[in-house]
């Protein structure tokens, strides 16, 4: 079993900048790819960025520019840098491993959740 514990959500001002941060703990042995996602309310959970162990990174074309997306394999842990935010950019950020290995199981693991909010 593996466990995602995010943070560094909060309330920001238009233009402002924020970090989130995802440790994964547990028996792990590699996780393939940790990525952000996030979900405004009424709409559909849609991916932020994602980056793969070999440190390849994938981004939404809406945060291109403004967010990084980073990585410590020693820690299982994954960031996020999010920069010049927009009201849009409100939402419940969610933390995901994808394809974690550990000692018997190939499995996808998601976060609690982070609450984002962009407002002056």
């Known amino acids: 079993q593996v466990q995602l514990v995010e943070s560094g959500g909060g309330l920001v001002q238009p233009g402002g900048s924020l970090r989130l941060s995802c440790a994964a703990s547990g028996s792990i042995v590699s996780i393939y790819a940790m990525g952000w996602y996030r979900q405004a309310p009424g709409k559909q959970r849609e991916l932020v960025a994602t980056i793969a162990l070999g440190k390849r990174t994938n981004y939404a074309d809406s945060v291109k520019g403004r967010f990084t997306i980073s990585r410590d394999n020693a820690k299982n842990t994954v960031y996020l840098q999010m920069n010049s935010l927009k009201p849009e950019d409100t939402a419940v950020y969610y933390c995901?491993?994808?394809?974690?290995?550990?000692?018997?199981?190939?499995?996808?693991?998601w976060g609690q959740g982070t609450q984002v909010t962009v407002s002056s």
């Open positions: 995901n491993a994808d394809r974690a290995r550990t000692l018997g199981s190939v499995n996808d693991y």
